[in-house]
């Protein structure tokens, strides 16, 4: 397991934007793949985004399609989502996770490190 922090969350209004960071451990973050979930309230954590560990393949929610993009810097141990024309149903705690497979995944399961979380509150 390796140790993640994110941060970047707050109170926004619909249709602004917000850049969520992830910051892993310096030696072994660039042999993860990377991924993005979040869970509302009542809710179950559900699937954001994933990325392999060189960038080369990405996959994205279909609920956030199109607004939010994954990305990550292996120099400097951190990833990212840039969410875009935030919605009320985006309000959620979003949690980055990393799992030691190069492949990527979508479900919760696969992933063996989670960070602790940054709440994300969108009002109307």
């Known amino acids: 397991q390796v140790q993640l922090v994110e941060s970047g969350g707050g109170l926004v209004q619909a249709g602004d934007s917000l850049r969520l960071s992830c910051t892993g451990p310096?030696?072994?973050?660039?042999?993860?793949?990377m991924g993005w979930f979040r869970q509302a309230p009542g809710k179950e954590r559900e699937f954001v985004a994933t990325i392999s560990r060189s960038s080369s393949t990405i996959v994205v929610a279909d609920s956030v399609k199109g607004r939010f993009t994954i990305s990550r810097d292996n120099a400097k141990n951190t990833l990212y989502l840039e969410m875009n024309s935030l919605k009320p149903e985006d309000t959620a705690v979003y949690y980055c996770a990393a799992r030691s497979y190069s492949s990527i995944a979508t479900t919760t399961r696969a992933y063996d490190s989670w960070g602790q979380g940054t709440q994300v509150t969108v009002s109307s």
């Open positions: 310096g030696r072994t973050f660039s042999s993860h793949a």
